[in-house]
């Protein structure tokens, strides 16, 4: 698995000391606990990052990802564990010292500086001299694409390039670690799409180790070489994207990431689950209730259509290399099937159609009652 | 002002010599008729604003500017100007002016760190409503009743003198008194400050924490997010409340008039003594210089803080 | 599924760290608080005990109390309403029609703060007409001009947070004139900040001392003062009496206010906004 070939990285980067400045730190999170009042935003989260990942905490709002950002940032105490920082504790170390670069979310840039000012200002913290950090600040902004508007404020500029000129300060200062909170969140979609694309591509040149949190599955699953599901504080699982996708571990992370039927079905006492016609294996978690729901794919259902079927197609979207249809299943169940365009043309609206599963071992959850 | 005037500009078209085959601005805004009046239509709405303040504050303030050269007799004179700049008016208008320098930087800077208190203590909510009502009813709480308060308090019999006096100090044989400049603006501070603090509250909470989040990642310390992120954002603000205060300040009676009863010289108390009739006969426009006197000192106030405002922008790039 | 289930981790858990972490900054903070408290609270206290409790009551039974008192009322409802008859077309209009001239506009309505009213009130005396001169109604009209600026500050940041020119629009399509649209759709959304420049207003009048005085008129404040001749102790009972209603009577206000505006989705009531906030764009 991933995370075993990303560990012995991470400890081989301890042994040997001084890890270059942005490139090969190792970051450890080590059973993070913090509750405000009784409410528990963090559970004993465990997460090992590789030197030069970029993990991504994906997860609904109040799961904990930003807890635990701040909390490796440095704004936030832990109530219980440890940031091991190149094999190194942290957890002491105060927010201003721990050379680590931290994107906000929105308008974090000081409104009365430049943005060639706001670039330089880690520089002039760490008593660069003013030619220098000129230099400095400026090709960055150049990375960014923003060298034209460095004599610009923040008020003139976009939300976009304001978090552009963001990460060049960010990243100014050759940060050991890049932490990125919600970067994209209050950007348009195009803005954002253009975004990713540099954000991923600058840290891949830099081989800066970056922590980023996001609410937006297609983000994480487009630019992390790993993403961490976090649902009320507990890491759900974390694994590169694809394997997320095919291979949820949980319910939870199965419904999150990308779209899940639910199948009525009855749990069987050898380790199956019976729904629509057939009986197939059940993997991971089996829940108490024998009355759960199948958790399936719309591309993992099989759909025929067939004179007197199970179903009927109610709506079809023509998407491109994919048609999209909606069935009503007998028992008042509502199916999404995502099958190739090519395959798709008698599927009308109103047609007879049968949906089997396929013989694949599913995910199951305790039923949910609407 | 309303609507759109525009002076007519030169004429382009491809017939006209000398045109360029640069872009053509298109057809010269020309000051017409139409315009006008629709300009002036649209106008309308503020004309009882216009009106009311053209009565109520323009109208006023020319009597006094006029009435601050006008000799008894109705005719030009200079005396009342030269009567209020000399003798007892010229140690009034400098002590207003002292006072009320004195008593908008030091409220200044103590509302600023009470405002600051307030804005980050964990009270939540409720200590901030608690907090801002109290300030709007302090800063309201001038004049006479303020200052029998403060004699009930520092006065020579007071509580807080008395106090004193049994734990072997007695103030008032020190050469304290309430009844002096120095006790004026002990009370001056009672309403000041909470002037200070609903004024500079907004600007405060304006900060948003992600400045300071973002400084402290990048390195910086409690002092240097101040001097180069919170203090310049804040500046403006500031000096704009100290201008605030000072004009209140400058404009305060009743407290002053209370409590030392005309001994100490302040223009306001003089202005007002004019009205009262406490006057020499015949030199009744002399008020209206004073009047006049304290408007020009507020005009040369407010220049000084514009120009501090954009040489302070200068300073702190 | 696979034997994954262990027994708890017999580990030692780390220490837990404390959760109140003592900076000195919290503590500065306090001591300000605190100091503040005192220097705002003590001379209530020394006024409190210096009126004693039997002045209260025959603070009520003073001659020219209930008049004065009316007087005074008498002039905060009429400026009130003045006051927001004048402003509130004109700032909407401003906002609405003639965006240019907002910054004129708010520069005229800060001459009021920096012009003291000593002088206003000699030039206002000089100028005002014969049948105006006798009357308290002088006064009140005044009293407009030193209201303004509070009062514009209240209705603009009110402004400013609604999309006026949307909703006007939206107003208008679906049919509504413009009397309606003020009515129904305008004041419902600027309940609070009236309700702010009310309280301004109201509390402005009832603590007005100079004006009135000069203009020879015995409002609320100026009874007290003249009282204060004959009697010390009733004097400072009167003032404490008229700081602690003005108190209750802003806090009510803020808390219903805030209780109003939270039903509708908008935030606390903000009495006080006279600094300008910068636009949080988002």
């Known amino acids: ?370 | 002002m309303a609507g759109t005037v525009q002076a007519p500009g030169p004429v382009t078209g491809p017939g006209a010599p000398g045109s360029e085959a640069a872009a053509d601005p298109g057809p010269p805004a020309r000051l017409t008729i139409p315009k006008l009046l629709r300009g002036l239509r649209r106008a309308a709405g503020v004309v009882p604003f216009g009106v009311y303040v053209a009565l109520f504050l323009i109208a006023p303030l020319v009597a006094v500017a006029i009435g601050a050269f006008q000799g008894n007799d109705g005719g030009f004179t200079l005396s009342n100007v030269n009567a209020a700049t000399h003798g007892v008016y010229l140690k009034g208008f400098w002590q207003s002016i002292i006072l009320s320098v004195i008593t908008s930087v030091i409220p200044g800077i103590l509302g600023l760190m009470v405002a600051y208190a307030i804005v980050k203590a964990e009270g939540g909510n409720l200590l901030r409503q608690i907090a801002i009502t109290a300030a709007g009813v302090f800063a309201n709480f001038g004049g006479v009743p303020l200052a029998f308060i403060f004699i009930a308090t520092i006065g020579s019999s007071g509580l807080v003198s008395q106090w004193l006096t049994t734990l072997g100090f007695d103030p008032y044989t020190h050469g304290f008194t309430l009844y002096s400049l120095l006790g004026v603006v002990i009370v001056y501070l009672y309403f000041q400050i909470p002037l200070m603090v609903l004024v500079i509250l907004p600007a405060l909470e304006g900060l948003r924490p992600a400045w300071r989040e973002a400084a402290e990642n990048l390195g910086a310390r409690t002092w240097d997010y101040w001097r180069y992120v919170g203090g310049p954002v804040l500046l403006p603000s500031f000096l704009g409340c100290v201008l605030l205060l000072f004009g209140s300040a400058l404009s305060a009676y009743a407290t002053t008039e209370a409590l030392t009863n005309g001994t100490i010289p302040l223009t306001a108390i003089q202005i007002g003594s004019f009205l009262n009739g406490n006057v020499i006969a015949g030199q009744e426009n002399t008020g209206k210089a004073l009047g006049l006197g304290m408007v020009v000192i507020i005009a040369v106030a407010m220049v000084i803080y514009v120009a501090m405002q954009r040489r302070a922008a200068k300073w702190l790039r | 599924m696979a034997a994954v289930t262990q027994a708890a981790p017999e580990r030692i858990a780390p220490p837990r760290r404390p959760r109140v972490v003592f900076k000195g900054a919290t503590v500065w903070r306090w001591v300000v608080l605190i100091v503040a408290a005192v220097y705002f609270l003590l001379p209530l206290w020394a006024a409190l005990r210096f009126a004693g409790i039997g002045a209260f009551g025959s603070v009520i039974s003073q001659p020219g109390f209930t008049s004065s008192l009316a007087l005074s009322v008498r002039l905060a409802i009429l400026t009130t309403l003045i006051t927001i008859a004048l402003m509130l077309p004109t700032t909407v209009y401003v906002h609405l029609r003639l965006p240019k001239l907002r910054r004129l506009l708010e520069g005229i309505t800060i001459l009021p703060i920096v012009i003291p009213p000593v002088v206003l009130i000699v030039g206002v005396l000089a100028i005002a007409p014969g049948f105006l001169k006798g009357t308290s109604w002088l006064l009140a009209l005044a009293y407009v001009v030193l209201a303004m600026p509070f009062t514009y500050r209240a209705l603009d940041a009110g402004l400013r947070a609604l999309d006026l020119k949307t909703i006007v629009e939206a107003s208008n399509s679906l049919g509504a004139g413009w009397l309606s649209t003020l009515w129904r759709v305008l004041l419902p959304n600027l309940r609070t900040a009236l309700l702010s420049a009310t309280v301004l207003c109201v509390a402005l009048v009832l603590g007005e001392f100079t004006m009135a005085s000069l203009d020879l008129y015995q409002t609320f404040p100026v009874w007290i003062y003249v009282n204060s001749q004959t009697s010390g102790q009733v004097s400072v009972a009167a003032s404490l009496l008229a700081l602690f209603v003005t108190w209750i009577f802003l806090l009510g206000i803020t808390v219903l206010g805030t209780r109003q505006s939270r039903k509708t989705g908008g935030g606390e009531v903000t009495l006080f906004t006279v600094a300008r906030t910068e636009t949080r764009g988002n």
């Open chain 1, 1 to 370: 698995m991933t995370t075993n070939t990303a560990r012995d990285g991470a400890s081989t980067a301890a042994t040997t000391g001084q890890a270059e400045p942005g490139r090969g730190t190792s970051v450890r999170l080590q059973d993070l606990t913090r509750a405000f009042g009784t409410t528990r935003a963090l559970d004993g989260l465990s997460i090992e990052m590789a030197p030069g990942e970029l993990v991504a905490l994906l997860g609904p709002s109040g799961c904990g990802k930003t807890t635990a950002l701040r909390i490796v940032a440095g704004f936030e105490t832990a109530d219980t564990g440890s940031v091991l920082v190149d094999g190194k504790d942290i957890s002491s170390v105060p927010a201003a010292r721990r050379d680590m670069g931290m994107v906000f979310q929105s308008y974090s840039l000081f409104p009365n500086m430049s943005a060639l000012d706001n670039v330089g200002f880690g520089l002039r913290m760490r008593k660069i001299g003013a030619g220098e950090r000129r230099k400095r600040a400026g090709d960055l902004l150049d990375m960014v694409g923003l060298a034209p508007q460095a004599s610009q404020y923040p008020h003139q500029l976009s939300g976009g390039q304001q978090q552009r000129v963001a990460l060049a300060r960010a990243l100014a200062i050759r940060p050991r670690v890049l932490l990125l909170d919600e970067p994209l969140s209050a950007l348009d979609a195009k803005v954002r799409l253009q975004l990713r694309e540099q954000i991923r591509t600058l840290q891949q040149q830099l081989g800066t180790t970056t922590l980023f949190v996001t609410h937006d599955q297609e983000e994480a699953l487009s630019m992390a070489d790993r993403v961490g599901v976090m649902s009320n504080g507990r890491l759900e699982q974390i694994a590169a994207p694809d394997e997320l996708y095919t291979d949820p571990a949980t319910a939870f992370v199965a419904e999150f990431v990308g779209v899940m039927n639910r199948i009525p079905g009855e749990l069987r006492g050898d380790g199956q689950v019976a729904a629509l016609g057939s009986t197939i294996p059940v993997r991971g978690h089996r829940p108490e209730d024998t009355a759960v729901d199948v958790l399936v794919r719309p591309e993992g259902l099989r759909l025929e259509v067939v004179e007197n079927g199970n179903g009927i197609v109610t709506t079809r979207t023509f998407l491109g290399s994919v048609t999209r249809v909606h069935v009503r299943l007998s028992g008042d169940i509502a199916v999404q099937v995502d099958k190739p365009s090519a395959e798709s043309a008698a599927l009308a609206p109103g047609a007879s159609v049968a949906v089997s599963l396929p013989a694949q071992p599913v995910l199951v959850a305790a039923r949910r009652v609407s």
